[in-house]
């Protein structure tokens, strides 16, 4: 019997949450999701690549956003940990004219052979493992040699957020309201520069590129939303953003 890994115990948790919040295809405006703008920009940067990997794929909007980024590579591989959110990766990549293999799995034991993929893809995964390291080490040992591993996650100083939040996050607190909609309980970390590189070079990997980008309101329209995306873009990176943006290489 195979050993279980530190998070596959969360399964069901990320099936019911698959089946109630991802239930259907999205297809990100990038004038208003500032992560998927800068996401994508970032793919077709590294792009073209023979094979693929997005690691942690949940709908699909990263695998089926390759169909606008250009030549497609010749393996594209989506993984995540729960079958309902597979089940959308299926449908939005079908509509996109892809059809990616789509594996069920815990980022940290992939089922996967060693030195795969030109171009690993882990979009806000790393923060939700109960064992990033591993997690980390399993993205190295898929990569192949010069291969490229493009990360976010969430970026512990993220101090533009905090402030613009601080005042209605009082007044919830106050009434007994922070969090009261949050239906479902799962790991969420965040890290900070030094510790997030500290745990690349852990896993073998050299670290390229690390900025952070991105600041939000809770609640905000879309006009403030197309505001604040707008504003970010103009910005220099000190180190404050909402996310951690890596790209990080396997030695040759």
């Given at each position: 019997m195979t050993e279980l890994a530190p998070s596959d115990h969360l399964r069901d948790v990320y099936e019911e949450r698959g089946e109630e919040e991802y239930g259907e295809p999205v297809v990100p405006d990038p004038a208003l999701d500032r992560k998927f703008e800068?996401?994508?920009?970032?793919?077709?940067?590294l792009l073209p690549a023979g094979s693929f990997l997005d690691a942690g794929c949940g709908d699909g909007r990263y695998l089926a956003a390759l169909a606008a980024l250009g030549a497609l590579?010749?393996?594209?591989?989506?993984?995540?940990i729960a079958e309902s959110i597979l089940d959308t990766a299926r449908r939005a990549t079908a509509v996109a004219g892809l059809e990616p293999e789509l594996l069920r799995a815990n980022l940290e034991r992939l089922p996967l052979a060693d030195a795969e993929f030109d171009l690993v893809v882990s979009v806000q995964v790393l923060e939700h493992l109960l064992d990033p390291a591993a997690g980390l080490k399993e993205l190295a040992r898929v990569l192949k040699p010069g291969g490229t591993l493009l990360l976010s996650t969430d970026n512990r100083r993220n101090l533009i957020t905090r402030t613009l939040n601080a005042p209605r996050w009082i007044v919830a607190s106050i009434a007994g309201k922070r969090n009261s909609r949050v239906r479902f309980t799962f790991p969420h970390g965040s890290f900070d520069r030094g510790g997030l590189t500290d745990l690349i070079h852990g896993s073998g990997l050299v670290v390229d590129m690390m900025r952070t980008f991105r600041f939000s309101v809770v609640g905000a329209s879309?006009?403030?939303?197309?505001?604040?995306?707008?504003?970010?873009?103009?910005?220099?990176?000190?180190?404050?953003?909402?996310?951690?943006?890596?790209?990080?290489?396997?030695p040759l």
């Open positions: 800068v996401l994508t920009e970032e793919m077709a940067r590579p010749e393996r594209i591989v989506g993984v995540d879309p006009g403030a939303r197309r505001l604040l995306n707008r504003i970010d873009r103009r910005l220099p990176d000190v180190g404050i953003g909402d996310i951690l943006l890596v790209v990080a290489r396997r």
